[in-house]
């Protein structure tokens, strides 16, 4: 079971297996009355980390294409 707490004051709102949610729900903390906008997606895992570190790596990529190219002609 994760316990999904409030994003701002870090109240337990509930509980739930990971498969629990299928859907984006919003949940409004009683205590602070933040609304916590949750996805399907497990919170433990970062995956929106991983996702830039890709996107900086093909930035990088690209950046090394530029400079390291035969072809200056801007
Ligand atoms: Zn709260």
Request: proline share 7%; charged share 30%; with cysteine.
């Amino acid at each position: 079971m994760n316990e999904i707490r409030c994003g701002s004051c870090r109240k337990l709102l509930m509980k739930a297996r990971p498969n629990a949610i299928i859907d984006a729900i919003e949940i409004k903390c009683p205590r602070c009355g933040t609304m916590n906008n949750l996805r399907p997606v497990v919170i433990d895992q970062q995956e929106p980390v991983s996702e830039r570190q890709e996107r900086r790596d093909t930035e990088a990529l690209n950046g090394q294409v530029k400079k390291g190219g035969p072809a200056a002609s801007s």
